[in-house]
């Protein structure tokens, strides 16, 4: 029995070591995609890619605390046009704009937060979704300042003397794994075990001492100032805005990135971003369908891995497992 606690103890400090040097690998392998890939339309495909997994990551952190909103995107775009009309209109530094655009996201979404906390269900969706609707009627009406219909132009870069789009990369992603780590980081401490369990059950929650309204509402606060986050890289990086990229259909493309790549697992959203940004690119030619595609996708993940693609390796080894019991039981009977 000691042998076999000893032989536990020591898979389980293997399992914790792997983690991170998996981590590391990955992190290893897309700085060095520069060196390999010399197109710059792929380029710029990963820098997207890097933008969004930071918008689908702070989605699942709102989510993980019991919330379905339908305005993520719409913080994207508080984020976002902050940053570009504080930097076209009144001059001020690209990299302090991405802060700016952040922290009013988070003001925003703070204040929104706490008179509709106590919603859950479809009517905190629903209030989620006209709040979106709101931010698009606000962009719309602001004229010049926000470009109206026709989008804003003209938004200065992080890098005014450079065209590569290799220190966009770099730079973006170094913020994006500061940002992984961060949500990583509320995910797997008190604050996440608290939003976990109201996620369960918010009676139990609160019976146990848990402030749903504080939590839930910093849930949202947390997300929105990543998602102003990466809406701010947006604008600063691709020089224009249009209202299309904030709307609900943004928001609801953010839902498929996680469900795809599993929303029960932080490195879902990751992992799903990735595929449904990068693998439709290789098939350019039928990029009218992606959209089919994408939706026959989501529907084989919901029913056959529940998990997402994330819960794949372990739904292999349980399918090899029962096949190996299987094989045995038919060995035995014979």
């Not at 820098?47 to 969004?52: E, R």
């Not at 925003?108 to 269900?121: E, K, M, Q, Y």
């Not at 973006?172 to 980081?185: D, H, N, Q």
Request: glycine share 10%.
């Amino acid at each position: 029995m000691i042998e076999n606690q000893i032989t536990a103890s020591s898979s389980g400090r293997n399992r914790n070591l792997l983690k991170p040097v998996v981590y590391l690998g990955v992190i290893i392998i897309v700085a060095l995609l520069p060196l390999f890939v010399k197109s710059p339309y792929m380029i710029h495909i990963f820098i997207m890619t890097l933008i969004y997994i930071i918008a689908a990551a702070s989605l699942r952190t709102i989510t993980i605390s019991g919330q379905m909103p339908l305005a993520h995107a719409a913080f994207m775009g508080i984020g976002g046009y902050t940053a570009a009309m504080l930097a076209k209109w009144l001059g001020v530094s690209p990299w302090l704009c991405l802060i700016a655009g952040a922290l009013l996201a988070m003001i925003i979404s703070g204040f929104i937060g706490f008179p509709f906390a106590r919603l859950r269900t479809i009517y905190y969706t629903m209030v989620s979704l006209f709040f979106g609707t709101a931010v698009l009627s606000v962009i719309f009406t602001m004229g010049k300042w926000t470009g109206s219909y026709s989008g804003l132009t003209g938004v200065p870069g992080l890098f005014s003397m450079s065209s590569s789009k290799i220190p966009y990369f770099y730079v973006i992603l170094g913020i994006c794994i500061v940002c992984l780590f961060a949500l990583w980081r509320f995910e797997n401490c008190r604050i996440g075990l608290s939003w976990k369990a109201i996620s369960q059950s918010y009676m139990v929650a609160s019976s146990v001492g848990i402030n749903e309204v504080w939590y839930r509402v910093m849930a949202l606060v947390v997300g929105s100032f990543f998602a102003g986050l990466a809406g701010a890289l947006y604008a600063h990086y691709n020089f224009t805005l249009s209202y299309t990229t904030f709307n609900l259909g943004a928001t609801l493309w953010l839902f498929m990135y996680v469900l795809v790549g599993g929303l029960n697992s932080f490195a879902g959203p990751i992992l799903g971003t990735a595929i449904l940004f990068i693998i439709p690119e290789m098939f350019r030619d039928l990029k009218s369908y992606v959209p089919f595609v994408s939706a026959v996708i989501l529907l084989g993940v919901v029913y056959a891995m529940p998990q997402g693609l994330v819960g794949l390796p372990q739904l292999i080894r349980s399918w090899y497992k029962h096949k190996e019991r299987t094989g045995k039981g038919a060995v035995d009977a014979t």
